[in-house]
């Protein structure tokens, strides 16, 4: 009966992070009558309330509206019993059992946590990449790439993710520009030589971004139309017309309040075995807060999928389950 009584003040399952890992996470849970409870963090929905038409997660044939997305997969959690905390899990203890998390001044233990707090692309930091943020300037080219057929952009960045970007824009773009701050690029020599072998592939070197410039005036959306750039070696200024901006200039994985509680690479991604299980057992983890290679929303909703089917493993092997 003790025991019963102590369970009941503990969750099975707390997951945090409310993207497409959080939710499909949520929906196996719940309808495995888990019961669990999703921390929201302070970004409602992740990365996705960013962008604007999602063109490639099945079962969308006419694209789906980023926000909209992921309202429909909170409410499809809520549906089968999932409860939702709308605030930040600011730290963790996984060196007790129940495990402790602290969010709005106070704790909450679980016996299993899930971990999928994803990654935020790395900006540039300039006012006005935020007036022309998604009309023009965009971090995911599998995502937006779509919106700028037989048109001119630039990629920022001089790594795989720039070379990648780069690669895949040139098929649908008349004209890529790849922006880098140095005369080296740091991406793989394949993905290099791949990049600088494509015929409308043009290298801008040792240029950083000063300014997206772009018409804000004569029409209810702001239109870019350009980047100012700066030459690091030279100092001089250009302006290099583009329709639209790519910035692959890395990602930072969410993984600070975690502070060390569990194993992560150098980057801060959160190290998972093919189980999404963490270096603590019956802690797990799923989307972009481990995987930095595919960073889809499908993606992240299959690795959530696998970590509350694992969850459910583990509960019940502990005896959790009930
Ligand atoms: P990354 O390797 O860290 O490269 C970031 C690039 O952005 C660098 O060239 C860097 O310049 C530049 N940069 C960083 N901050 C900047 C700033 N404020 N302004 C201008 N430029 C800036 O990141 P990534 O390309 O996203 O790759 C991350 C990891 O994923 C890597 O391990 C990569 O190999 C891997 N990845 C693999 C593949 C693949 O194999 N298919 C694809 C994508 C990514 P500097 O070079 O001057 O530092």
């Known amino acids: 009966m003790a025991e019963n009584e102590a369970k009941r003040e503990v969750e099975r399952a707390v997951i945090i992070?409310?993207?497409?890992a959080g939710w499909t996470a949520a929906i196996y849970l719940s309808r495995a009558n888990l019961s669990p409870i999703v921390y929201t963090g302070a970004e409602v929905g992740g990365q996705l309330t960013t962008t604007t038409e999602i063109e490639n997660f099945p079962g969308f044939p006419n694209a789906k509206d980023g926000p909209e997305l992921m309202a429909d997969m909170e409410e499809q959690a809520?549906?089968?019993?999932?409860?939702v905390v709308y605030e930040e899990i600011e730290g963790v203890d996984f060196s007790?059992?129940?495990?402790?998390?602290?969010?709005?001044?106070?704790?909450?233990?679980?016996?299993?946590?899930?971990?999928?707090t994803g990654a935020s692309p790395r900006m540039l930091g300039l006012e006005s990449e935020k007036?022309?943020?998604?009309?023009?300037?965009?971090?995911?080219?599998v995502c937006d790439g779509g919106f700028y057929r037989g048109k001119t952009v630039a990629v920022i960045g001089g790594g795989d993710s720039a070379m990648e970007e780069a690669?895949?824009?040139?098929?649908?773009?008349?004209?890529?520009?790849?922006?880098h701050r140095r005369d080296e690029l740091r991406a793989s020599r394949i993905m290099a030589e791949r990049a600088m072998a494509t015929r409308n592939i043009e290298f801008v070197w040792n240029s950083v971004v000063e300014e997206v410039l772009g018409d804000t005036e004569?029409?209810?959306?702001?239109?870019?139309?350009?980047?100012?750039?700066?030459?690091?070696?030279?100092?001089?200024?250009?302006?290099?017309?583009?329709?639209?901006?790519?910035?692959?200039?890395?990602?930072?994985?969410?993984?600070?309040?975690l502070q060390g509680a569990l194993e992560t690479d150098d980057a801060g991604y959160v190290t998972v075995t093919g189980a999404q299980q963490t270096s603590v057992e019956g802690v797990f983890a799923a989307g972009d807060i481990h995987d930095h290679v595919y960073r889809q929303a499908i993606t992240a909703a299959g690795f959530g999928c696998k970590a509350a089917l694992e969850v459910e493993?583990?509960?019940?092997?502990?005896?959790?389950?009930?």
């Open 96 to 116: 007790t059992r129940p495990f402790v998390l602290r969010a709005g001044g106070g704790t909450v233990k679980a016996h299993a946590v899930i971990i999928s």
């Open 78 to 83: 809520k549906r089968y019993g999932a409860r």
């Open 167 to 179: 690669t895949y824009l040139a098929k649908l773009c008349e004209k890529v520009y790849v922006v």
């Open 313 to 322: 493993r583990y509960l019940v092997r502990q005896g959790l389950a009930d």
């Open 17 to 20: 992070g409310s993207g497409p």
């Open 131 to 141: 007036t022309f943020w998604s009309r023009g300037v965009h971090t995911c080219a």
């Open 218 to 257: 004569s029409g209810p959306f702001p239109k870019m139309t350009g980047l100012k750039l700066k030459n690091r070696k030279t100092g001089e200024q250009s302006t290099l017309a583009a329709d639209g901006m790519f910035l692959a200039i890395g990602h930072i994985p969410n993984s600070g309040f």
